[in-house]
T-cell receptor, first 114, second 110 residues
Framework: NAGVTQTPKFRILKIGQSMTLQCTQDMNHNYMYWYRQDPGMGLKLIYYSVGAGITDKGEVPNGYNVSRSTTEDFPLRLELAAPSQTSVYFC?????????????FGSGTRLTVV | GQNIDQPTEMTATEGAIVQINCTYQTSGFNGLFWYQQHAGEAPTFLSYNVLDGLEEKGRFSSFLSRSKGYSYLLLKELQMKDSASYLCGGLTGGGNKLTFGTGTQLKVEL
């Protein structure tokens, strides 16, 4: 049981490049989330999904896109990377009907845009 | 959305007790979480409160007062490994979305 797996762990992008951050979970969680964490700023919700085929914006969605074609996978796409997107990105998942179990987080992707 | 407020930093002594406070807006509130995050690692779940009162789990306890929009995390018998950031998160709306505070960086000293 791997939990939530994120790849890559580290990445350096040039301004204007694109990339996809991968996230997969094997716990059959129906809810999945993407957060970014800047130093001293806490975790900010980018996008979330309550099931395959359903996605919705969080607090800071600009510059990002997501898709949820399967229960297991929830990739995050950056189309035109900007320095403001330098951050640590965490994917998380949870049971929709058992909020008390909380989120399971992936180990994070540290992204630098130069 | 939620406004979650918690102190930025705290320092405590090994073996002591420390209380980390968190305040939040009560509108749309569905529950409150505490997570621990060591430097360079992912947050890990500590506790969940949805009803008023104290929840105890070993050395860690969490308290909630819904009418006051207030929670605290109590850590007893502090150990050096408890040095970490402690995140308070409010659950709101559909999708079990969590809004987090900026985290409280706890430093445990000898």
């Amino acid at each position: 049981n791997a939990g939530v797996t994120q790849t890559p762990k580290f990445r350096i992008l040039k301004i204007g490049q694109s990339m996809t951050l991968q996230c997969t979970q094997d716990m059959n969680h129906n809810y999945m989330y993407w957060y970014r964490q800047d130093p001293g700023m806490g975790l900010k919700l980018i996008y979330y999904s309550v099931g395959a085929g359903i996605t919705d914006k969080g607090e800071v969605p600009n510059g990002y896109n997501v898709s949820r074609s399967t229960t297991e996978d929830f990739p995050l796409r950056l189309e035109l990377a900007a320095p403001s997107q330098t951050s640590v990105y965490f994917c998380a998942s949870s049971y929709g009907d058992r909020a008390n179990y909380g989120y399971t987080f992936g180990s994070g992707t540290r992204l630098t845009v130069v | 959305g939620q406004n979650i407020d918690q102190p930025t930093e705290m320092t405590a002594t090994e073996g002591a007790i420390v209380q980390i406070n968190c305040t939040y807006q009560t509108s749309g509130f569905n529950g409150l979480f505490w997570y621990q995050q060591h430097a360079g690692e992912a947050p890990t779940f500590l506790s969940y409160n949805v009803l008023d009162g104290l929840e105890e789990k070993g050395r860690f306890s969490s308290f909630l007062s819904r009418s006051k929009g207030y929670s605290y995390l109590l850590l007893k018998e502090l150990q050096m490994k408890d040095s970490a950031s402690y995140l308070c998160g409010g659950l709101t709306g559909g999708g079990n979305k969590l809004t987090f505070g900026t985290g409280t960086q706890l430093k445990v000293e000898l």
